[in-house]
């Protein structure tokens, strides 16, 4: 069975500051990640995914993650943020080849982004 | 590519009617269709995965005969929420996948509010 942790529920930082979301995932056979993003009263909006290959993975908007097996991480990360970037984060695990609909999601972590 | 769309958008009705929302992917042949409920300020949490032409699988807890779904075509899916009641206000939305081997990658409809009165 997959499960997916977020570590902190709002995370806030200030407009230009780096943006760091964290991502725990647990998984017995290697995992698919993804991260979401979803803004106030919309579906949700891939950001980036990671299936094979190499483990830091850019997505929209300036985002880019990390997959580290050793730590079972992929926090997302942005250099600098944009009033833009303030929604709420999912962080999401399945597996290749699984059953549909295993797609597991963490609680989500709103990100407030300060002028 | 890769689009979804849900209608309506937001819906109000009164409690003990019946609500249709409709899940449509509209650049591609969704084999499977999956639907979701999220809470206030709360993750997704998976209600239901239907393939085109037979029965929907429901996850535990989520009651069969309130929340219908067919799966009619490769391109659309509806929920149906019998005799709504208040507790079943929510943002509903609903997710296509193409359906190639193994790759798993869902893509998210904007979601339905639904209000009860």
């Known amino acids: 069975a997959q499960s997916v942790t977020q570590l902190g529920s709002h995370v806030s930082v200030s407009e230009g500051a780096l943006v760091l979301l964290r991502c725990n995932y647990s998984?017995?056979?290697?995992?698919?990640l993804f991260w979401y993003v979803q803004y106030p009263n919309q579906g949700l909006q891939l950001l980036l995914k990671?299936?094979?290959?190499?483990?830091l993975v850019k997505g929209i908007n300036g985002f880019e993650a990390e997959f580290k097996k050793s730590e079972t991480s992929f926090h997302l990360t942005k250099p600098s943020a944009h009033m833009s970037d303030a929604a709420e984060y999912f962080c999401?695990?399945?597996?290749?080849?699984?059953?549909?609909?295993?797609?597991?999601f963490g609680k989500g972590t709103k990100l407030s982004v300060k002028p | 590519g890769a689009v979804v769309s849900q209608h309506p958008s937001w819906v109000i009705c009164k409690s003990g009617t019946s609500v249709k929302i409709e899940c449509r992917s509209l650049d591609f042949q969704a084999t499977t269709m999956f639907w979701y409920r999220q809470f206030p300020k709360q993750s997704l949490m998976l209600m239901a995965t239907?393939?085109?032409?037979?029965?929907?699988?429901?996850e535990q807890g989520v009651e069969k005969d309130k929340f219908l779904i067919n799966h009619a075509s490769l391109t659309l899916s509806t929920l149906t929420v019998t005799s709504a009641h208040p507790e079943d206000s929510s943002f509903y939305i609903c997710?296509?996948?193409?359906?190639?081997?193994?790759?798993?990658?869902?893509?998210f409809g904007p979601g339905t509010r639904l209000t009860v009165l």
């Open positions: 997710s296509a996948t193409p359906g190639t081997s193994g790759s798993n990658e869902q893509f």
């Open positions: 990671y299936t094979t290959g190499a483990t």
């Open positions: 998984s017995s056979v290697p995992p698919y």
């Open positions: 239907s393939n085109e032409g037979s029965k929907a699988t429901y």
């Open positions: 999401a695990v399945t597996v290749y080849g699984g059953s549909q609909g295993n797609l597991i």
